[in-house]
Structure formats: C-alpha cells, structure tokens
C-alpha cells in the first residue's frame, strides 16, 4: 500500500477548476512531484517544488501545500488534461521514494 | 537536453533474472545531486518505485522488493543497470528509468520511454 492517498478518480468540466490531492504524513517535511499520465505514454512532470512548472507546462497547473496535504489545481482545464496524475515524495522515514495511488481525471 | 532509455528483454521466464539497463545522456552521474531511479508500473496500475542511485553511490531500495533488486552504475558507460531476481508473473510491467532532479528531494523531472517486460513461462 502507498503511504500517499489519492482519490480514484476526479471529473471536471472543460473549462472549469479542478483540484486533486495527495495525503501522506511525510508531506510536510519533504516536496511533492505532480506527474500526468497519457495512456501508453511516460509519465511527464507537471509540477515540482514549492510550486515550480517545468518548462512547457501550462500555467494553468499550480501547486499547493496545507500540512499533510498536498494539491495540484488546474486552472480552466483543458480536454488535453484529461489523464492519469500521480504524486510521488519521501515515505515517513525520509529513506524511500513513494508514489501515490494515481488520479484518472476526466473533463467533460 | 537530458535523455534516457531503458533496454532489456521483453520476456522472462519465472524465476529468471531480469537485468534493465537504462543508458542515459546529458546528465553526469559524478555531480552532486544526480540520481537515476527505477520505477515500474503493472498494466492499468499505478507506478512503483523501485530503486534509485545517487552520484556518491548510496542506494535506496523498495523495502517490499529490497530483497530482489540491485542497482549500479557505470559512468564511464553513462548506464544504470537494475537487476530483479526471481521473476514472477506478477511482475509484468512497464519499467521506466528517470533522472532525479537534484535539491528537490525524490522528485524525476526526466523519464525514458519505458519498456514493457512480460513474465510468462
């Protein structure tokens, strides 16, 4: 089991704003990566950091941090954005890198 | 520009040895900071972490497959190679390699395209 929590699934509707988190104890003391998964594609890194955008990632993607829980708000989303998101940080020890259990995300 | 992609064969028997090697460019893993990890994903299933290897060569493992992995590197090849022992059906997945993007703890800014290995006798 993931020491990160994810919702299984998530749906907005285009054009709207939609959040999606990721619990976990050791969310407060190390960052959080958000990652977007198209089906048969490697998982592209939206957001790292405090609340960082690679670059060429839309600055509807931002991130945010509220003690244990961390979130990914999309902004206006776009059909483009429908897809699987994962968070990934440190488990509690600080010793292992851990992956929530991934979002699927519609836009309808 | 940093790349990575990951080769090995795409099918294993059980209670083989899978050996992935994920070779890399643009990145040096001598620098402070650099890591290469490992991580897997089942058809239809979330991804796994499974191992990563930073610059001074401390290693970290997936304490559920701790027993079965063992990564290294070779920087005179520019290649990070994992090995799992005892392969079971259940690991049939998509492996990917990724860089780790240094000051911003375990977080992989960069990934291989991923290769499919099906365990199956």
């Known amino acids: 089991s993931s020491e990160l929590t994810q919702d299984p699934a998530v749906s907005v509707a285009l054009g709207q704003t939609v959040r999606i988190t990721c619990q976990g104890d050791s969310l407060s003391s190390y960052y959080v990566g958000w990652y977007q998964q198209k089906p048969g594609q490697a998982p592209v890194l939206v957001i790292y950091g405090k609340n960082n955008r690679p670059s060429g990632i839309p600055d509807r993607f931002s991130g945010s941090r509220s003690g244990n829980t961390a979130s990914l708000t999309i902004t206006g989303a776009q059909a483009e954005d429908e897809a699987d998101y994962y968070c990934n940080s440190r488990d509690s020890s600080g010793n292992h890198v851990v992956f929530g259990g991934g979002t699927k995300l519609t836009v309808l | 520009q940093i790349t990575l992609k990951e080769s090995g064969p795409t099918l294993v028997k059980p209670t083989q040895t899978l050996t992935l090697t994920c070779t890399f460019s643009g990145l040096s893993l001598t620098t402070s900071g650099v890591g290469v990890g490992w991580i897997r994903q089942p058809p239809g299933k979330a991804l796994e972490w499974l191992a990563l290897?930073?610059?001074?060569?401390?290693?970290r493992y997936s304490p559920s497959l701790k027993s079965r992995l063992t990564i290294t590197k070779d920087t005179s090849k520019n290649h990070v190679v994992l090995t799992m022992t005892n392969m079971d059906p259940v690991d049939t997945a998509t492996y990917y390699c990724?860089?780790?993007?240094?000051?911003?703890?375990?977080?992989?800014?960069?990934w291989g395209q991923g290769t499919m290995v099906t365990v199956s006798s």
């Open positions: 290897i930073y610059w001074d060569d401390d290693k």
């Open positions: 990724a860089h780790r993007l240094p000051t911003y703890d375990d977080t992989f800014d960069i």
